[in-house]
């Protein structure tokens, strides 16, 4: 029996083959497509991309960051951020990724996880954080996302959206300048190019669920989670869009979210090898 879901799925990929099939001359290109299912949520997703290409991007990607972006001065942040960092890594199971970890001195609330594991955090969001374990909430949020592959998949729906021109402009194009620009748009560590891949509120939340469970196998209170997010709903300034009018969900529905995760959250905090609380302040 096809639900609406399953016809969805099939129109879509029926789209992404024929936009694939679109040539240059005489040549003609076909992408095998799989449909994958998320870690930890076992939601299926269809990806158009291979694990091995979008962490060879990732790292270029996060290459050209580090180069335009100033490191941060603050060593003890620096320190901390990569301690919280190898500690999700340990349990987030992703072998195939070579962790790396740096702050960026700028205002801007925000921190990133490319694939690959190339995670960056900005010392605009320390504050709101204030501690170890409000800094493992956006930082497990930010690995899930790339251990989801949740830009993977977000690429692969442009790509069936603009048809022939973007799905083929994704897979055959060669230079790397582009191939930076589609993936840190992708995991939202880029806003220069544009809003052309927006993180879906779907995506969001899904971050969610697989993060605190992330910090919490990592031996962090997971019960700092939904109280990270009333404190950033508290630091915004000016008006907040209504959640219908934004890609996010409103940090009010992620914290009341995130507390109905709070028991299993806790069963795997209680089950850590180590127990480090909400930790030390990170500032």
Not at 98 to 122: H, M, R
Not at 124 to 140: D, R
Not at 191 to 207: C, Q, T
Request: charged fraction near 20%.
């Amino acid at each position: 029996m096809n639900t609406p879901a399953t016809t969805r799925m099939s129109r879509l990929r029926w789209v992404l083959v024929a936009a694939m099939l679109l040539s240059s001359g005489s040549s003609i290109t076909l992408v095998i497509l799989g449909c994958q299912q998320v870690p930890m949520t076992n939601r299926k997703q269809m990806l158009l991309s291979s694990p091995e290409s979008e962490n060879a991007m990732g790292l270029t990607a996060y290459q050209e960051v580090l180069k335009s972006e100033p490191l941060t001065k603050n060593e003890k942040a620096t320190e901390i951020v990569r301690r919280i960092g190898q500690r999700i890594a340990a349990v987030a199971n992703r072998p195939d990724f070579d962790w790396e970890f740096n702050v960026i001195e700028s205002e801007t609330q925000n921190a990133f996880c490319l694939p690959g594991g190339k995670v960056a955090v900005y010392t605009g969001i320390l504050p709101v954080c204030q501690n170890e374990a409000g800094l493992a909430v956006v930082m497990s949020h930010e690995v899930a996302h790339a251990i989801a592959r949740h830009g993977g998949e977000r690429m692969t729906y442009q790509s069936a959206q603009n048809l022939g021109k973007s799905a083929v402009g994704y897979v055959m194009q060669k230079q790397d300048e582009q191939k930076q620009k589609i993936v840190l748009t992708a995991y939202g560590a880029a806003s220069d190019y544009g809003v052309i891949l927006p993180y879906s509120r779907k995506h969001e939340m899904e971050a969610d669920q697989i993060g605190i469970m992330l910090m919490a196998k990592a031996g962090y209170d997971p019960s700092e989670a939904p109280v990270f997010w009333e404190r950033f709903a508290d630091a915004k300034t000016g008006t907040t869009p209504m959640e219908w009018m934004s890609t996010h969900p409103s940090d009010v529905r992620r914290s009341v979210a995130l507390r109905e995760l709070m028991p299993e959250a806790m069963s795997l905090y209680e089950k850590a090898q180590e127990k480090i609380g909400i930790g030390e302040p990170v500032q």
